[in-house]
């Protein structure tokens, strides 16, 4: 009789504990960017976008255009409340603690160009995916 009360206590201690707990997955994170959009369509001219965000702690991982990657930015201190990327095509500003500046220059290419702009806040990673048209 006592083995069997105990065997009980230990299962509905288990199951308490267990129902109290979140279990995530690395990279399963809440989202603590908040993103006023995550996606834009650019003129082949070029064209800028300002994105809000709804969280403050984040910062720029990565750019990619088309199949060229840009990362590992040791010359900028992207702690800071603002900064800037530079390449041949494009700008990306964090302007302040929530207002993120992509500008990206004409596309000489005759098909689309995809330009994506990473961004991280603690395990949790978000993306801006831009579509600049082809030119004319």
Sequence with gaps: MKKSLTYNLLIILIVALSSCSKFQIDGDWDDNIHLSTKTAEFSAYGDSITIKTGGSGWC????????????????????????????????????????????????????????????????YFDRVTITQKPRP
């Design 60 to 123: 720029i991982s990565d750019v990619s255009v088309d199949n060229t990657w840009y990362y590992r930015f040791t010359d900028i201190d992207l702690q800071a409340d603002s900064y800037t990327i530079k390449q041949d095509c494009f700008v990306v500003e964090r302007r302040d603690k929530n207002t993120l500046f992509i500008k990206v220059t004409a596309n000489p290419n005759i098909v689309k160009r995809i330009i994506t702009v990473g961004l991280e806040a603690g395990d």
